[in-house]
T-cell receptor, first 113, second 117 residues
Framework: DAGVTQSPTHLIKTRGQQVTLRCSPK?????VSWYQQALGQGPQFIFQ???????QRGNFPDRFSGHQFPNYSSELNVNALLLGDSALYLC????????????FGNGTRLTVT | AQSVTQLGSHVSVSEGALVLLRCNYS??????LFWYVQYPNQGLQLLLK??????LVKGINGFEAEFKKSETSFHLTKPSAHMSDAAEYFC???????????????FGKGTKLSVKP
C-alpha cells in the first residue's frame, strides 16, 4: 500500500519564477493538506483540499495556490518565487474524520536562488 | 487560538537512558494532540495521538505520552533510548473545526534528540 508520494524530491528555481509541486495521497484518503517547513522550524499550514475545493487556508499570500483533482491528487503552485520560499514542502493526506491523523510524504525540497 | 510549545530545542541522552521530550499546549476546547518524528531528509511519521480516549497513549517504537489536562502537557517519553531514536520530534495540536472541515495541525518548533553511545 503506497503512502503519500510527492514529486519532485528536489527543485532549484530562480527568483520570480513559478513552480508546481505534486502529491498523491495515501490510498483511501480524500483530504490533502500542504505544509511549508523552513529550515529549523516546524511545519506551517498552507491550505487544505477536500472534494476538489480549498477548505482552509493558513497565513500565506495569494502567490500560493493549489488544486485537487477527482482522483484526490493535488498540486501546489507558487508564483513569483522569493528567496524566502526556500523550504521543504510537505504534503499530507487523511480521511475526513475529525481525529484522523495526517500521513506525510517525504516532501519536496525547494531552493530559490 | 491554539498553540503548542516544545521546551528545549535540543535534548541529548545516553543510549539506554530515559527520553523525555516536553510539550505544552494551549486550547480552549479538549484538544487532539499528536507526536511526529522526522528523520533527516524525510517527511513526518506519526508516533502517537491523543483523542480523549485514554490519558496514557502508547505509540510506535516504544514511545508513549501522557495527557495531563491540569498541566496542559503532553510529554513524550521512552524508558530506554536507542541510537536509532536520534531524530527531530514535533508535537502538534489540531486546530478547531470550522465549516465542517477537518482542522489543520499546529506544530511546535521541534526538539532534536541526540543519542550518545
Amino acid at each position: 500500500d503506497a503512502g503519500v508520494t510527492q514529486s519532485p524530491t528536489h527543485l532549484i528555481k530562480t527568483r520570480g519564477q513559478q513552480v508546481t509541486l505534486r502529491c498523491s495521497p495515501k490510498s483511501g484518503h480524500d483530504t490533502v493538506s500542504w505544509y511549508q517547513q523552513a529550515l529549523g522550524q516546524g511545519p506551517q499550514f498552507i491550505f487544505q483540499y477536500y472534494e476538489e475545493e480549498e477548505r482552509q487556508r493558513g497565513n500565506f499570500p495569494d502567490r500560493f495556490s493549489g488544486h485537487q483533482f477527482p482522483n484526490y491528487s493535488s498540486e501546489l503552485n507558487v508564483n513569483a518565487l522569493l528567496l524566502g520560499d526556500s523550504a521543504l514542502y510537505l504534503c499530507a493526506s487523511s480521511s475526513p474524520s475529525r481525529n484522523s491523523p495526517l500521513h506525510f510524504g517525504n516532501g519536496t525540497r525547494l531552493t530559490v536562488t | 487560538a491554539q498553540s503548542v510549545t516544545q521546551l528545549g530545542s535540543h535534548v541529548s541522552v545516553s543510549e539506554g537512558a530515559l527520553v523525555l521530550l516536553r510539550c505544552n499546549y494551549s486550547s480552549s476546547v479538549p484538544p487532539y494532540l499528536f507526536w511526529y518524528v522526522q528523520y533527516p531528509n524525510q517527511g513526518l511519521q506519526l508516533l502517537l495521538k491523543y483523542t480523549s480516549a485514554a490519558t496514557l497513549v502508547k505509540g510506535i517504537n516504544g514511545f508513549e505520552a501522557e495527557f495531563k489536562k491540569s498541566e496542559t502537557s503532553f510529554h513524550l517519553t521512552k524508558p530506554s533510548a536507542h541510537m536509532s531514536d536520534a531524530a527531530e520530534y514535533f508535537c502538534a495540536v489540531r486546530s478547531l473545526n470550522y465549516g465542517g472541515s477537518q482542522g489543520n495541525l499546529i506544530f511546535g518548533k521541534g526538539t532534536k534528540l541526540s543519542v550518545k553511545p
